[in-house]
């Protein structure tokens, strides 16, 4: 799927904006403040139909009110389905889909619609429009806690593969009420959630596994393309025999005496990790440079691009926030000669504050954004 039309109303800084987005993608080039970051998230925002800041959506809403949308923000993107077969796109008209969604602040309502026909569960929403986004702060997926890099997990399997988010949801939830009962000092009870842990932590943690597997050799190499000298390798940090279901009631009950004492669930995915290791077997975060960092996380976000669109069988879009930002001209150069091969025809949007921050050979359309409007232009950058 291509974005062809972004119309955004109440959103953030952005004026009030109906805008025809370019086939190949588009570089947005603007002073900091001015509203690019928020033009990449209303473009993001139908992925997962939340911010990819991790913002509520009452802070989405533009401070002043002042809009088509009231109190509240309204997002429209139109997507071309090139990619459905033909007969699909015949009976579907002009082979377009559009999603929208809309937000109420004071009645903190949201519904969301493809074609005009809502989603009943957000749930069901996510992932019908693809993109991969790096921001600045993605920096933490090699700087941060272990949090983050599950998080990153999750997401990726889970826009990868529905029945993931479904088996995620369901792990949540036992994991949720099994905690409850450990706070409350409920052994019994909480020991009653054991089986829906197991039933549905094995599938993840199979699945975690399996994609490390599949996609460590990919992350050496973009790290290698993007001018990484030295070795680099991706494992998971875990119970590997978690991904069987018959080695859960072991780990679950010696694990009992300290979930009790520390009154919640200490075995599962829920506490593992995603090791980045550098050189001989370095943590990138405590040994590698910013510039590393910064390689490592793009690195991880090409991996997401290529499961997604492996798994997805469609091209996600690419987002891409201040990238060049912090990295030496070496491996800027290689980044943009990395960004080049769209051989599966991929949209690049890419944000900078001036065009001389970008290195040459970025063959994109250009955009200006000035106090929160988006102005198009002609010429490279």
């Not at 994609?211 to 460590?216: A, G, K």
Request: glycine share 10%.
């Amino acid at each position: 799927m291509r974005a062809i039309r972004i119309v955004a109303r109440g959103f953030r800084n952005l004026a009030d904006l109906d805008l025809s987005l370019p086939g190949p993608g588009a570089v947005f080039l603007g002073p900091n403040g001015h509203g690019k970051t928020n033009l990449l998230e209303a473009l993001y925002y139908p992925v997962l139909y939340r911010s990819f800041r991790g913002a509520p959506d009452t802070d989405l809403v533009r401070w002043n009110g002042d809009s088509g949308a009231g109190d509240g923000f309204h997002l429209s993107l139109t997507v071309g389905n090139e990619e459905r077969p033909v007969a699909e796109r015949e009976a579907g008209g002009r082979g377009e889909t559009v999603f929208t969604a809309a937000f109420q602040r004071a009645a903190r309502r949201k519904r969301i619609a493809r074609d005009g026909v809502p989603f009943e569960r957000q749930r069901d929403a996510i992932g019908e429009w693809l993109a991969v986004a790096f921001l600045p702060a993605d920096l933490g997926l090699v700087q941060g806690a272990a949090a983050g890099r599950r998080q990153y997990l999750d997401r990726v399997l889970a826009l990868a593969d529905p029945s993931y988010l479904r088996t995620l949801a369901r792990y949540r939830m036992a994991l949720a009420q099994r905690n409850a009962a450990l706070r409350a000092g409920q052994r019994e009870v909480a020991c009653a959630f054991d089986g829906a842990l197991a039933d549905n932590g094995a599938p993840l943690v199979a699945r975690r596994l399996a994609w490390i597997e599949s996609i460590r050799i990919r992350f050496a190499e973009e790290c290698g393309t993007l001018g990484e000298p030295m070795s680099v390798a991706m494992e998971y940090r875990g119970t590997d025999q978690l991904a069987h279901r018959e080695a859960w009631p072991a780990a679950l009950a010696r694990s009992l005496p300290r979930d009790l004492a520390r009154r919640a669930t200490m075995t599962g995915p829920h506490r593992d990790d995603l090791l980045l290791l550098l050189g001989d077997r370095r943590s990138f975060r405590d040994f590698g440079s910013r510039g590393q960092h910064r390689s490592a996380a793009i690195a991880l976000k090409l991996c997401e691009l290529e499961t997604l669109a492996h798994d997805r069988q469609q091209a996600p879009a690419l987002l891409l926030d201040d990238i060049f930002a912090e990295l030496d001209g070496e491996r800027q150069r290689r980044l943009a000669a990395r960004l080049e091969q769209r051989t599966d025809g991929r949209q690049i949007f890419i944000t900078a504050p001036r065009a001389d921050e970008l290195p040459p050979g970025l063959n994109l359309p250009v955009m200006r954004v000035e106090d929160g409007r988006v102005f198009p232009a002609a010429g490279p950058p």
